[in-house]
C-alpha cells in the first residue's frame, strides 16, 4: 500500500512540474482533423522539449464534459501543458469518405475564416512536403535542434 501512494505522489509531483513548466507560456492548438499530421506535430513539440497535453485525458474530458457545455473543466486542462492536439479542439463527425472530405474541407474554410485579418496566428501546413518542418519552426519562433523534418508517426 505504501508503495502505491509514493507512485502516486511521483505521478503526481511529475505532473507538477509539467504544469509549473507550462505555466505563462503561450498556448498552441493544432486542430488538424484525424489523419492529417497531428500526431507526428505532437510529437515534433516533445522532441523539442514542450510540454504537450495527454491526449488520453482531453478525450477523457470530452466525453465527459463538452456535450453537456461544462467547458470549465477543459480550459483548466489547457493549464497544463503548452500545446494540444487532436481532442477537443478538432474531432471528425464519420469517417464516411465523402462526408469526411466535405467537412474536412468546410472546417478548413471555417478556420480560415476565423483568422482572417490575423493570418500571422495560422500556419496551414502538408507536413509530407519538403520545407513543411522550416516553416514550423519559423511559425513557434525555436531553434530546430538539428531536426529537419517530421517525424511521421501514427502510420496507415
Not at 508503495?3 to 507560456?25: E, H, M, N, V
Not at 469517417?95 to 483568422?115: C, G, R
Request: with cysteine.
Amino acid at each position: 500500500m505504501i508503495k502505491k501512494i509514493l507512485y502516486k505522489c511521483r505521478g503526481g509531483a511529475s505532473a507538477f512540474k509539467l504544469r509549473l513548466k507550462a505555466t505563462g507560456k503561450q498556448k498552441i492548438f493544432c486542430i488538424g482533423r484525424n489523419k492529417t499530421g497531428t500526431t507526428s506535430i505532437g510529437r515534433a513539440f516533445v522532441d523539442l522539449g514542450f510540454v504537450v497535453g495527454s491526449e488520453r485525458k482531453a478525450e477523457i474530458l470530452y466525453d465527459q464534459h463538452y456535450f453537456l457545455g461544462n467547458f470549465d473543466p477543459i480550459i483548466r486542462y489547457c493549464r497544463s501543458a503548452q500545446v494540444f492536439q487532436d481532442v477537443p479542439f478538432s474531432c471528425p463527425d464519420t469517417y464516411n469518405e465523402v462526408i469526411l472530405k466535405a467537412h474536412y474541407n468546410a472546417y478548413n474554410a471555417q478556420v480560415q475564416k476565423y483568422f482572417k485579418g490575423r493570418e500571422q496566428d495560422l500556419l496551414i501546413i502538408n507536413i509530407a512536403e519538403e520545407g513543411a518542418y522550416q516553416k514550423f519552426i519559423d511559425f513557434i519562433g525555436v531553434d530546430s535542434q538539428g531536426i529537419s523534418d517530421f517525424p511521421w508517426v501514427n502510420k496507415t
